[in-house]
């Protein structure tokens, strides 16, 4: 879809895209000068400089060229093109305010193998391994994860971001990640109702009295966040590619969800719900 795409070009938006679309001009071949002799000179320009650089850019596998030029509810366009160099992260942490609060876990899904990372295990790793990729896949990351983890790290975070929460909300699907997931049908089995607030004191269980299970669960919880993405974006990108003319050659397989290393103590979990009901101590 990416090579079908104009609207991350100077002076194209929607609109124009699919005029273009219309007239004949339904991908990057059509820089020849033939096939857009008949739209207006300065148009023409933008066209042909944005297709060069487009060319130029993929050639050169750098998706920050497309991710920086795109509406972020466009941003599934450039997926397939850059899909083995994509990872799928979600962070969780002990608050909301990035300046005052840590990380205390992430995952990092890229399509074949699962990674963690723990506060006070290996939680620095996470910094070297994320270079080896070019694209972030999130739920609410440009917002949150990503700012969160610019701050944590201190480096800056140079990838093309695709945030889910805007091409889902852009397709009407509300009420954050999970509430997405059962709009699209998706059932989280053991970890339903399980939720951030939740995992905050799932961290403060296993800190406070190295609690292994709580350990456990909390980490089952964010890669069933992070390997929930790839259905996620997949399923957008099917659903927004066949509203284009390209629906039928541009649709890519849905994927199988990996089996979470990780389990959910649903008694444990259960205890910790009914002690932070209770007040503030577990």
Excluded at 201 to 216: I, M, N, P, S, V
Aim: aromatic letters at 12%; hydrophobic letters at 35%; charged letters at 25%.
């Amino acid at each position: 879809m990416l090579t079908n795409t104009f609207i991350h070009i100077q002076g194209i938006g929607v609109k124009t895209e699919q005029k273009l679309w219309g007239s004949g001009c339904t991908d990057w071949s059509c820089l020849s000068p033939g096939s857009i002799g008949g739209r207006p000179s300065r148009l023409n320009g933008f066209l042909v400089a944005g297709i060069e650089d487009s060319i130029k850019n993929l050639d050169e596998n750098n998706p920050a060229y497309f991710g920086r030029r795109l509406p972020a509810s466009q941003s599934w366009r450039i997926f397939p093109e850059f899909r083995s160099s994509t990872a799928f992260v979600d962070i969780e942490t002990t608050g909301l305010d990035r300046d005052y609060d840590d990380i205390t876990t992430i995952a990092l899904y890229d399509g074949a193998s699962i990674n963690t990372y723990v506060q006070g295990r290996n939680l620095n790793q996470f910094a070297d391994d994320i270079q080896d990729y070019r694209v972030l896949v999130t739920y609410n990351g440009k917002c949150f994860d990503v700012p969160f983890m610019e701050r944590y790290f201190k480096m800056r975070f140079n990838h093309a971001q695709i945030d889910l929460r805007y091409i889902l909300k852009s397709m009407g699907f509300k009420g954050g990640l999970k509430g997405c997931e059962k709009q699209l049908g998706m059932d989280r089995g053991d970890l339903d109702g399980v939720d951030g607030f939740l995992a905050v004191h799932l961290w403060d269980r296993y800190k406070r009295k190295g609690d292994l299970k709580a350990l456990e669960s909390l980490l089952a919880y964010n890669v069933q966040d992070t390997i929930n993405l790839e259905h996620l974006l997949v399923t957008a990108y099917n659903l927004k590619a066949g509203q284009t003319p390209f629906a039928a050659e541009r649709q890519i397989p849905e994927v199988v969800l990996p089996e979470n290393p990780f389990g959910v103590d649903v008694r444990m979990v259960e205890e910790v719900r009914r002690s932070f009901l209770r007040g503030p101590f577990l």
